[in-house]
T-cell receptor
Framework: GDSVTQMEGPVTLSEEAFLTINCTYT??????LFWYVQYPGEGLQLLLK?????DKGSNKGFEATYRKETTSFHLEKGSVQVSDSAVYFC???????????FGTGTSLTVIP | AAGVIQSPRHLIKEKRETATLKCYPI?????VYWYQQGPGQDPQFLIS???????DKGSIPDRFSAQQFSDYHSELNMSSLELGDSALYFC??????????????FGEGSRLTVL
């Protein structure tokens, strides 16, 4: 079945460091891919998405490119801030769209 | 803009009691999803509804049931509560026309604590 495998955390970075959180997927057909962010005590918020191969999603300095050849959707940010501290979830929407499959989440802590 | 509304935000129950969570989707969204997120865990899909009919079922225990009403709001009923049911329960909604390309919009969650 469809699934998402996400880099395990926690990840601790200094402010202005480069961030990469790996995400790979298994799916039949052509899924849509998402990154969600969850700040402490809050619900999940969409960070960015890509709906077809080679699409690049971007938002708030974060980017991720839908790579069909490597079945990956890695999240990157060139310079993280303390306010980026949160849990990041990679997610996949299957062909039928009836379910979203989430990765296990990666906790990011950015220290000043 | 209107978001997904969940109530109550916090709920404390004793073992073997019953709890009901409510979810009001974004206006014009016709699909509702329920997720359970245990401490430090990723959200686990429970069940979804499209146009008031169950459309998909995940890891929802038999002690739980859910439905979507004519105004598209949904309720998750949980009976014979167990300690392990303590979790954050998220509702999400989407619009079917963008189902496999559009994102889910999540509520802030209902935190259930079973004592």
């Amino acid at each position: 079945g469809d699934s998402v495998t996400q880099m395990e955390g926690p990840v601790t970075l200094s402010e202005e460091a480069f961030l990469t959180i790996n995400c790979t997927y298994t799916a039949t057909g052509y899924p849509s891919l998402f990154w969600y962010v969850q700040y402490p005590g809050e619900g999940l918020q969409l960070l960015l998405k890509a709906t077809k191969a080679d699409d690049k999603g971007s938002n708030k300095g974060f980017e991720a490119t839908y790579r069909k050849e490597t079945t990956s959707f890695h999240l990157e940010k060139g310079s993280v801030q303390v306010s980026d501290s949160a849990v990041y979830f990679c997610a996949l929407s299957g062909y039928t769209g009836n379910q979203f499959y989430f990765g296990t989440g990666t906790s990011l802590t950015v220290i000043p | 803009a209107a978001g997904v509304i969940q109530s109550p935000r916090h709920l404390i129950k004793e073992k073997r009691e019953t709890a009901t969570l409510k979810c009001y989707p974004i206006p014009r969204h016709d699909t509702v999803y329920w997720y359970q997120q245990g401490p430090g865990q990723d959200p686990q899909f429970l069940i979804s509804f499209y146009e008031k009919m169950q459309s998909d079922k995940g890891s929802i225990p038999d002690r739980f049931s859910a439905q979507q009403f004519s105004d598209y709001h949904s309720e998750l009923n949980m009976s014979s509560l167990e300690l392990g049911d303590s979790a954050l329960y998220f509702c999400a909604s989407s619009f079917s026309a963008t189902r496999n390309t559009g994102e889910l919009f999540f509520g802030e969650g209902s935190r259930l604590t079973v004592l």
